[in-house]
């Protein structure tokens, strides 16, 4: 007797929970590679790349663990690449280093049981600071761009604000709709940039280069693991579900290593995405609901397919249209970044201090500037702790 096929809602969750993932943030992606320094292909490569591996990974979990195990890219990861890069340029092969130092970090925390427990010892509040400090200036440059053109600004601040009320799980593609809706309108789209059409992967070797490792890899590592996996743990147990988190860490520690070469800055447990398909109304059967996680990991094969000519098409948008609608995506991340920073009382000094220098572009010693915001952070905690006794 063959088993029934998924529901309906499983499948719709699924398609809902992919776009979202996929077309709320693919502007800050794109942002990110190119201050990377990523050519046209390359950036192409990362997107396929990032893709497959949130596809193939989360079909594994979703298998062998029989729950579902939603993945997608770290956003706050891509955020701190176009922040990093913009302060202080590094060449394509610095930044693939960067990525494999991260995902090594990543296997090595799901792979030794006492790393795991020093990671939890990482005080909320700094590493939720350091975060608020990179979408910081990604969302006050939204506001920058409407000095050059307020209709964009406001359109898809409107259209944003007006679905947050009634629809937030679509806030973010109505507004990435609009935008590109204006821009087509105005004919400000420029000529698709020339390559390819379908999936591509483009290696490129690493370069391990000291400064971009600690400046850019760690941090890179701890805002995915903060803002991305954490939560993600979380989102499973809440829904009743109990996996160990070092088959999670590790095995999206390994993909991430495996498209590193290819561009893929990390790939880390959904939280937002996978409370969609984690739900009773994704799949009413609480012991089958691991096959949403199946049919999402399918929506982005076929997302990694088309993936580049989806790439070109943002490549073509204005520099403002994406730097708005990359600062407007940020928004609902920095709202939670900015609660858990300031949460505990006693470390809001410290919090702030972070935030600020972390906001702030510092570039010292070529280490950046999410490096110096955790190191004044924790600094202020030891002054902290020290005139306390």
């Not at 309906?8 to 693919?26: D, K, N, P, Q």
């Not at 406001?154 to 604000?161: K, P």
């Not at 096959?291 to 580049?308: E, N």
């Not at 204005?318 to 300031?342: K, Q, S």
């Amino acid at each position: 007797m063959t088993r029934a096929l998924p529901p309906l809602s499983a499948w719709s969750s699924a398609v809902i929970a992919a776009l979202i993932g996929f077309g709320g943030t693919i502007a800050l992606i794109v942002q990110a590679m190119q201050a990377m320094g990523a050519s046209v292909l390359q950036t192409a490569s990362a997107v396929t790349a990032l893709c497959l591996g949130i596809a193939l990974a989360g079909t594994a979990l979703s298998w062998r663990l029989r729950i579902p195990v939603v993945l997608a890219w770290s956003t706050p990861g891509a955020a701190l690449l176009a922040a990093s890069g913009a302060a202080s340029p590094v060449s394509w092969p610095m930044a693939v280093g960067a990525f494999v130092c991260a995902a090594v970090l990543m296997i090595l925390l799901g792979a030794i049981p006492a790393l795991g427990r020093l990671a939890e010892r990482i005080p909320g509040a700094i590493a939720s600071a350091m975060l608020a400090g990179i979408l910081l200036p990604f969302c006050l440059g939204l506001f920058k761009v409407a000095g050059a053109d307020p209709l964009l600004v406001t359109l898809i601040l409107i259209v944003f604000l007006a679905a947050r009320q009634r629809a937030p799980l679509y806030a973010l593609l109505l507004a990435l709709g609009s935008g590109a809706a204006l821009s087509l309108l105005r004919g400000d789209l420029k000529p698709l940039p020339p390559g390819a059409t379908l999936g591509v992967l483009s290696p490129a070797m690493p370069s391990a280069q000291i400064g971009t490792l600690i400046g850019i890899g760690v941090p890179l590592f701890l805002v995915t693991l903060v803002s991305q996996n954490l939560p993600g743990l979380l989102v499973l147990r809440t829904a009743g579900y109990q996996p160990k988190p070092a088959p999670l860490l590790t095995v999206t520690g390994i993909a991430s290593l495996i498209g590193a070469p290819f561009g893929a800055h990390g790939v880390n447990l959904a939280a937002i995405t996978a409370a969609i398909c984690t739900s009773s109304d994704a799949h009413p059967d609480h012991a089958r609901r691991w096959s949403v996680g199946l049919l999402y990991a399918g929506c982005y094969l076929v997302l990694a397919l088309f993936s580049p000519i989806l790439v070109r098409f943002f490549l073509a948008l204005p520099h403002d249209v994406i730097a708005a609608l990359t600062g407007l995506a940020l928004i609902p991340a920095l709202l939670g970044a900015t609660e858990g920073a300031m949460a505990a009382r006693e470390e809001r000094d410290a919090a702030i201090t972070t935030l600020l220098v972390t906001a702030s572009g510092l570039t010292l010693f070529h280490l950046g500037a999410a490096f110096w915001g955790l190191a004044a952070g924790f600094v202020a905690l030891g002054i902290r702790a020290a005139l306390k006794r």
